[in-house]
């Protein structure tokens, strides 16, 4: 990852206002986020004002000296807290900030206070900064929108009556890795017939059968970030009120895209799809926010919903993703990713035509 040297001046001007002498990183998002470090969870950051460490054990030697040039590297195991003690005592920092939001109660008792430091909570510091992404982070969400895209055009021709939802998300997951990714961002949704009226409906042994909705929410997980899409097919020809429903969904997502002005915040451009789908009487059975932050977590700042206060901003990467679900008939959703460039929202999902697709 890049402009590490600028993350790390902006911790430190941080840690001046606060009045603090280090920062302990310790989730391996922010880790990876600092650091570029990929051993996920086995590698604490220490940063100070003036120097920067990463403890590892002997299995990260020298992937942590390649990836986290910036860091020392300190040879210890990094959930003990006496390595850490050590570290802070040769520092001279008597006063530390920690993850208070990404810590396990039981390891604030058992490691941070083992430290005999003062204790600061960091509270939001990283997802404030993580909320602006770099050019190179944007690439590579867009990197990871491609890999996804590309898996669900090859996946298209398996989605027939007589597969199960396991076997969709199966393939598409498979598809996922053969061109490049790392992981799945999240648990592959393939929610089909009236199952699609689970918003989060993970794939499930239930057989597709002809006339089915079925709504497929899935990322890939590449380059340290995430990528999150939707769309909602039909095993032929929906019946007319879900072919109503499909295209109040779509018309609410264009709307949401279309009808972005600068200066609008999450909860700004939430309404302008929540307006399209209340006046086609439908506002009951779309209970979920607009969208959401993406980056290293599938979910992170800024909030795209009804109660979403922050201003939209070039440099952020969210989710569209308006979604009807009427019990016992079934469901719609369609998600793309959008950053903002050039005062409009820039769609990094491209996939397949959204237009009402029947296989
Ligand atoms: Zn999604
Ligand atoms: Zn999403």
């Known amino acids: 990852m890049d402009n590490k040297i600028a993350k790390l001046e902006k911790v430190r001007s941080f840690l001046r206002e606060k009045n603090a002498e280090g920062i302990i990183v310790s989730s391996w998002q922010n880790v990876l986020y600092l650091s570029g470090f990929t051993g996920y969870n086995d590698a604490v950051l220490l940063v100070t004002n003036k120097n920067s460490f990463i403890i590892t054990d002997s299995r990260y030697y020298v992937q942590a000296e390649e990836q986290a040039p910036e860091f020392e590297l300190v040879k210890g195991n990094a959930m003990s807290p006496d390595v850490m003690k050590k570290l802070l005592e040769e520092q001279y920092v008597s006063s530390v900030m920690y993850e208070n939001k990404a810590i396990s109660y039981n390891d604030y008792f058992r490691y941070y206070e083992a430290l005999g430091v003062k204790l600061k909570k960091a509270d939001n510091l990283f997802g404030d900064m993580r909320l602006i992404k ?41 598809n996922m890795r053969v061109a490049g990714a790392e992981k799945t961002s999240f648990e592959t949704i393939v929610a089909s017939g009236t199952r699609g009226a689970m918003p989060h409906g993970t794939a499930s042994k239930k057989v597709l059968e002809q006339g089915d909705g079925i709504t497929i929410d899935f990322g890939a997980f590449f380059g340290g970030v995430c990528s999150d899409m939707t769309r909602t097919f039909f095993l032929g020809e929906p019946c007319p009120e879900m072919r109503k429903i499909y295209n109040v969904v779509l018309e609410a997502q264009t709307a949401a895209i279309e009808g972005y002005r600068p200066g609008m915040t999450g909860g700004d451009i939430d309404r302008i799809a929540r307006d399209v789908i209340k006046e086609a009487g439908y506002g009951e059975y779309f209970g979920h926010g607009l ?45 793309d990713l959008v950053t903002i460039e050039n005062g409009s929202l820039r769609i990094l999902t491209k996939s397949p035509a959204k237009e009402l697709t029947m296989l």
Not at 162 to 172: D, R, S, V
Not at 307 to 322: A, C, D, H, Q, R
């Open 291 to 335: 969208g959401h932050g993406v980056g290293i977590d599938v979910h992170e700042a800024p909030n795209v919903s009804p109660k979403g206060s922050t201003v939209l901003e070039p440099g952020m990467i969210f989710s569209i993703e308006p979604g009807i679900y009427v019990p016992d008939l079934g469901g719609v959703r369609i998600e």
């Open 134 to 174: 770099t050019p190179e982070e944007i690439m590579a969400v867009e990197k990871a929108c491609d890999l996804a895209s590309e898996a669900l055009v090859k996946t298209l021709p398996e989605i027939k009556a007589g597969k199960t939802e396991i076997e969709i998300a199966a393939a598409l997951e498979y």
